[in-house]
Structures are given as C-alpha cells and as structure tokens.
C-alpha cells in the first residue's frame, strides 16, 4: 500500500481541469493567451493542451516557451477535429476551451472550477461570456454593444415557428439575462464540459470546420441529457481579440451560418435565421415592386426600431456612432442568412452526391 505522501503527490499530479486551446497560423495571438494561462491562481492544479492544426507558421517554437501539451496535426483538418485530438489527451475529468486569440482573466480556470463545485447533478457543460478585449476601431466599438459570440438562449432554440423564434429573439435582444441559468448552446471561446459527456456525445463533428460545432455537440448534450444539462455563468469573462475591421465581422457571420445551414440540412426543424436581417429582406423584397425607394427605407427603418436603445444611448451617453450600429447589426445578419442559405445548399449537393455514389 503507498504511503498517504504518495497518494497526496499523485493527487497533485492530476489536473482537475484540462484547457484546450487549438491554434492555426496564430503565432502572434497565441502568446498572449498561453502567458493569461500561465498566470492562473490555480495554475498548478490545471494542464494546459495547445492543439495545432496543421498550421504553416512555426508553432512549435512558440508553444515551446511554455509549461504545456503540444499536440501537432499533420495537415489542417477543421476546428472540430483539432478538438478532438485535445480531449483525446485530455486528463482531467473536466474539459474546458478557449480560442488562441482570447485573453483569459487569472481567475477563469478557478471560477470554472468554483462553478462546477456547486452545480447540479445532471449538468454537463458550464460556459460564460465573452468581451471584446481591444476597443480601437468603429467595429469594435459596436462589437461591444451587440457582441456576436454570445450563448443561444433556450426560448430562441424551442421557438415552434419564425414568429416565436422572433418574439423569443426580441426578449434576448432587449433584456439580456444576467442570471446562471440553463441554455441552447454555448460559446466556444469560454466553455467547458465533462469528459464523460462529450464521450458519450461522441465530441465534436469532425465535418463541421469552423462555426457551429458547439452549437451541435450542445443540441446532442441536451438531447441526451436534458435542458438542464447546459449552463450559462454571465460572471464568468474572457476577453476576445476581434479584428478591428468590418470585413472580419461579417466573414464570421457568414461562416457562422453556413455551419448553421449544413446542420439544418442534416437535422431539418427551424432554420436558424437571424430575424431581423429576415424581415428586412423580405419587406425589400414584397416592397420593391411597388416602389424601390420605399423598399429600402422599410427596409433600413427596421433594424433601428429593433435596436431603438442605440439611438438612446447616441442622445443620452453623446455617441453620435450609435446611430449607425443598427445598421451594422443589419449587415451582420444578412450575411449570416446568406452564409445558411449556402451552407444548406452546399449540405444538400454532397448529400445527393453521396446517394449517387452508393446506387
């Protein structure tokens, strides 16, 4: 029998929480997120994994200033896929996850924990929220207004049609919640699970190479586990390094949605539309017959009666560019649609393909 010096020794080996951060071609961003990670309070009790997948830059010369586990893919295989090849080494009975461009507070890894140690039994996955970590530019300014990585409530997901879908999605936009509480996905910037889980869920779909893979690892958490089985802690920050240009936003909204397309091809239901951009398409559309001018002024007049506090806050708080976020919101969301129509389209070709191939 080992000595209680032994056990204790063994018991301080093992991490009690695994962070797995997955990288490509990132070599400036990464240091800042591996130094906010050496610097965790409980720094001794967590291993951290870095994941390269497949990078071109020299990764391995910067992973190799820090205390943590280097796993390199031999070519690029998506950003699921490389998080895979983090859980499969992953010892920790509990899996967290964070972007190679987001800066993480010294205590997240100790809130994570802290938030674990009072859950309620049948929870399998706990993530928080994310700011902009860099306020520079016009885009960022607005990116902290109306951040785009934000969890899925669960009154948008069980919505039963595009009118609930939208009365559940103006109660979020107008009344964001600051409660823990249960939710349809969350962000993968600042998530975590129990191993257990995503074993059981099978991880992440090695397909899906960027945008949507947590969304569709937490429909088949809830699916198998319940509602409850997702939760959202707001206090619990990491700070994200957007681009500070307009065209990266709309880039990600459309990659965003094009994920979201795939998996509605695959699984049916409700597409997951933005709304807003929806209805001001439509009304373009139904209007322009009639009168153009009038069509893109209906169209243009709804994103600022669906975002009205920014026209407040460019009165109240003197910041003449609000104004203007509204339609950046609208943007945003056309691009996403535009990015499910595609992604469906494209699912829809290689499921065809797929069925020739097997007559």
Same mark, same amino acid.
């Given at each position: 029998?080992?000595?209680?010096?032994?056990?204790?020794?063994?018991?301080?080996?093992?991490?009690?929480?695994?962070?797995?951060?997955?990288?490509?071609?990132?070599?400036?961003?990464?240091?800042?997120?591996?130094?906010?990670?050496?610097?965790?309070?409980?720094?001794?009790?967590?291993?951290?994994?870095?994941?390269?997948?497949?990078?071109?830059?020299?990764?391995?010369?910067?992973?190799?200033?820090?205390?943590?586990?280097?796993?390199?893919?031999?070519?690029?295989?998506?950003?699921?896929?490389?998080?895979?090849?983090?859980?499969?080494?992953?010892?920790?009975?509990?899996?967290?996850?964070?972007?190679?461009?987001?800066?993480?507070?010294?205590?997240?890894?100790?809130?994570?924990?802290?938030?674990?140690?009072? *859950?309620?039994? #049948?929870?399998?996955?706990?993530?928080?929220? /994310?700011?902009?970590?860099? @306020?520079? =530019? +016009?885009?960022?300014?607005?990116?902290?207004?109306?951040?785009?990585?934000?969890?899925?409530?669960?009154?948008?997901?069980?919505?039963?049609?595009?009118?609930?879908?939208?009365?559940?999605?103006?109660?979020?936009?107008?009344?964001?919640?600051?409660?823990?509480?249960?939710?349809?996905?969350?962000?993968?910037?600042?998530?975590?699970?129990?191993?257990?889980?995503?074993?059981?869920?099978?991880?992440?779909?090695?397909?899906?190479?960027?945008?949507?893979?947590?969304?569709?690892?937490?429909?088949?958490?809830?699916?198998?586990?319940?509602?409850?089985?997702?939760?959202?802690?707001?206090?619990?920050?990491?700070?994200?390094?957007?681009?500070?240009?307009?065209?990266?936003?709309?880039?990600?909204?459309?990659?965003?949605?094009?994920?979201?397309?795939?998996?509605? *091809?695959?699984? #049916?239901?409700?597409?997951?539309?933005?709304? /807003?951009?929806?209805?001001? @398409?439509? =009304? +373009?559309?139904?209007?322009?017959?009639?009168?153009?001018?009038?069509?893109?002024?209906?169209?243009?007049?709804?994103?600022?009666?669906?975002?009205?506090?920014?026209?407040?806050?460019?009165?109240?708080?003197?910041?003449?560019?609000?104004?203007?976020?509204?339609?950046?919101?609208?943007?945003?969301?056309?691009?996403?649609?535009?990015?499910?129509?595609?992604?469906?389209?494209?699912?829809?070709?290689?499921?065809?393909?797929?069925?020739?191939?097997?007559?």
């Amino acid at each position: 029998m080992p000595d209680s010096a032994d056990a204790h020794s063994r018991e301080l080996s093992e991490p009690v929480l695994s962070v797995v951060v997955c990288t490509f071609n990132r070599t400036k961003s990464l240091p800042a997120c591996l130094d906010g990670l050496m610097r965790q309070t409980m720094r001794e009790r967590i291993e951290v994994i870095v994941v390269d997948d497949g990078s071109t830059q020299d990764t391995g010369s910067v992973v190799a200033r820090y205390d943590v586990e280097f796993v390199a893919l031999p070519t690029n295989q998506g950003l699921s896929a490389a998080r895979n090849a983090g859980i499969a080494v992953a010892r920790a009975p509990i899996v967290a996850f964070t972007d190679d461009d987001v800066i993480v507070p010294p205590d997240w890894c100790e809130s994570l924990c802290d938030a674990w140690d009072v *859950a309620p039994k #049948g929870t399998f996955a706990i993530g928080g929220t /994310v700011d902009v970590a860099e @306020v520079t =530019s +016009f885009t960022q300014r607005y990116l902290a207004r109306h951040n785009p990585l934000s969890p899925v409530e669960l009154d948008v997901a069980h919505a039963r049609n595009v009118v609930d879908r939208l009365r559940a999605y103006i109660k979020s936009e107008s009344h964001p919640s600051r409660a823990i509480r249960p939710v349809y996905s969350l962000v993968g910037a600042n998530m975590s699970f129990l191993k257990e889980g995503l074993t059981a869920v099978g991880g992440f779909d090695p397909t899906i190479r960027f945008g949507g893979d947590e969304e569709l690892v937490c429909v088949n958490l809830r699916e198998k586990f319940g509602d409850q089985s997702i939760l959202c802690y707001p206090d619990i920050v990491v700070g994200h390094a957007f681009d500070p240009r307009l065209r990266d936003t709309l880039r990600r909204a459309f990659l965003y949605g094009f994920s979201s397309g795939r998996n509605w *091809a695959r699984n #049916g239901g409700i597409p997951s539309l933005r709304p /807003v951009g929806g209805l001001a @398409v439509v =009304s +373009f559309i139904a209007t322009a017959p009639v009168t153009l001018g009038g069509a893109v002024l209906v169209s243009l007049l709804i994103p600022f009666a669906m975002w009205r506090r920014w026209i407040t806050a460019a009165i109240n708080e003197r910041e003449p560019e609000a104004v203007l976020y509204p339609l950046l919101a609208l943007a945003q969301e056309v691009a996403s649609n535009i990015g499910l129509v595609v992604g469906w389209q494209d699912e829809r070709r290689k499921r065809r393909r797929t069925d020739r191939s097997l007559r």
